[in-house]
């Protein structure tokens, strides 16, 4: 029997938001246009419901929120780390 780790909706969307990073980003902010288009379709949330993801991932330090602007992301998954390295 196999245990598997428990993975959160917050950590489901910053990996798709690490995703956005490298092409579309200017200045290490993705837009906020890019990041709702990516994670509200996906995982079916409004954009209520996706702002409140997003201050979960800014309350414990994953990415900072730039007003006007979209999303800094300040940490890397491990695993994306070691896939693009």
Same mark, same amino acid.
């Given at each position: 029997?196999?245990?598997?780790?428990?993975?959160?909706?917050?950590? =489901? %969307?910053?990996?798709? =938001?690490?995703?956005?990073?490298?092409?579309?980003?200017?200045?290490?902010?993705?837009?906020?246009?890019? %990041?709702?288009?990516?994670?509200?379709?996906?995982?079916?949330?409004?954009?209520?419901?996706?702002?409140? %993801?997003?201050?979960?991932?800014?309350? %414990?330090?994953?990415?900072?929120?730039?007003?006007?602007?979209?999303?800094?992301?300040?940490?890397?998954?491990?695993?994306?780390?070691?896939?693009?390295?």
């Amino acid at each position: 029997m196999s245990l598997k780790k428990k993975v959160s909706i917050e950590d =489901l %969307v910053f990996a798709r =938001l690490q995703e956005l990073k490298h092409p579309l980003c200017v200045g290490h902010i993705i837009r906020f246009p890019f %990041v709702f288009a990516k994670i509200c379709p996906i995982f079916c949330l409004t954009k209520d419901q996706a702002w409140l %993801v997003l201050k979960e991932l800014q309350d %414990v330090g994953r990415i900072e929120i730039v007003p006007y602007q979209g999303v800094r992301i300040t940490t890397f998954l491990d695993s994306y780390q070691s896939k693009n390295s």
